[in-house]
């Protein structure tokens, strides 16, 4: 029997005491959780570590892509507080253009940087003494083209009435259009016009080249009694030619008409002459060339830059023969003799 329920029990007979309360419960969750922080220290130690052999890698082929003889990226290894490794980058050249496979000046030599200049000055006067080799050759084709369509000319007695200019845009034909080509305030061809048109069509029909006609009216303040203003009538004038030459054999795709009515003078509008000779039809034979090598057409051309009248090849070889005999007795005059 015990006596009362505070007694100590006996199971085989042992006593058994009340449970020990433990007090230090609190240290194993605490040496849990520095587990964790030194676990979690330890994983961003190991993202921050930089591998230095794929770095370089990474950084060599980037230095490619861009271009450069050299790396352009440093992997400089320093260690800071709390991390690991860093790199710099070292920063592109501002001049460098990524996609033409260039590369800057930046970290070069002075003897690499003139090296650079020099090869770039060569290409530029390489590139220049092409543009200028295909000017003059263009030039010398356009006026060959002059020749023949003068000669065809001489041939109608109506070389007079056409005037020629070499500019940028190619081999431009002028034709004055006072009373012969049209009337006044019409764009009806008259029998003087479809006679000179007769007479240039064969050689423009034959060309590569496609032609531009340009219809230009004179300054004067007159009212177009048939057109609301002079960019209609000049308009319709150079539609009437190109199909006029269409008719006679040119190609309709390489053709084109253009009204400029008085914004393109010949001549000063203050000249006498400008009543009659801004009155006109422009057929331009359309140079093939890029446009920095057109520029470069009336510094070939030389005086025929300039507005004048046709030379046949009769004239031509007159003048080349002229030239070559004068040549000769300059040659003659300053050899020594004994």
């Known amino acids: 029997m015990s006596s009362g329920g505070g007694g100590r029990r006996k199971k085989g007979g042992h006593e058994e005491h009340e449970e020990h ?7 194993v969750s605490y040496a849990d959780m520095l587990t964790l922080l030194f676990v979690l220290f330890v994983v961003l130690f190991s993202m921050s570590n930089v591998d230095k052999k ?3 890698e990474l950084a060599a082929g980037l230095s490619e892509g861009f271009g450069a003889s050299s790396v352009a990226m440093t992997g400089n290894v320093s260690n800071l507080e709390g991390a690991g490794q860093s790199t710099n980058v070292v920063p592109i050249d501002p001049g460098t253009n990524p996609g033409d496979g260039g590369s800057g ?10 090296a650079v200049q020099r090869a770039l000055l060569a290409a530029s006067r ?7 080799k295909a000017a003059t050759k263009e030039a010398e084709n356009l006026k ?3 020749r023949k369509i003068a000669d065809a000319l001489e041939a109608a007695k109506l070389l007079n009435q056409v ?4 500019n940028e845009r190619g081999l431009v034909v002028t034709v004055v259009t006072n009373e012969v080509v049209f009337a006044g305030n019409r764009a009806e061809l008259r029998a003087g016009g479809r006679k ?25 303040k007159a009212t177009t009694t048939y057109y609301p203003s002079g960019w209609e009538l000049s308009a319709a004038r150079a539609s009437t030619t190109v ?23 010949l001549i000063d509008p203050k000249d006498p002459r400008a009543v009659t000779m801004n009155r006109r039809v422009d057929v331009v034979v359309l140079t093939k060339l890029n446009a920095e090598q057109a520029a470069l057409l009336p510094a070939a051309a030389g005086d025929d830059a300039k507005l004048h009248t046709g030379t046949t090849t009769k004239q031509a070889a007159a003048e080349a023969k002229a030239t070559a005999g004068t040549t000769e007795s300059t040659t003659e005059s300053t050899t020594p003799h004994d």
């Open 144 to 146: 060959e083209i002059e």
């Open 243 to 265: 199909r006029y030459l269409i008719g006679h054999g040119l190609p309709k795709d390489r053709m084109s008409a253009v009204g400029f009515s008085d914004t393109k003078p």
């Open 126 to 132: 390489k590139e220049a003494s092409a543009n200028a």
């Open 196 to 220: 000179i048109l007769d007479a240039i069509a064969p050689t423009l029909a034959k060309l590569p080249n496609n032609i531009e006609v340009d219809g230009n009216t004179n300054q004067l």
């Open 163 to 166: 005037k020629f200019t070499i």
């Open 54 to 56: 794929k770095f370089a």
């Open 21 to 27: 309360v433990n007090h230090e419960r609190w240290l």
């Open 105 to 114: 000046t930046e970290g070069m030599t002075k003897e690499q940087k003139d």
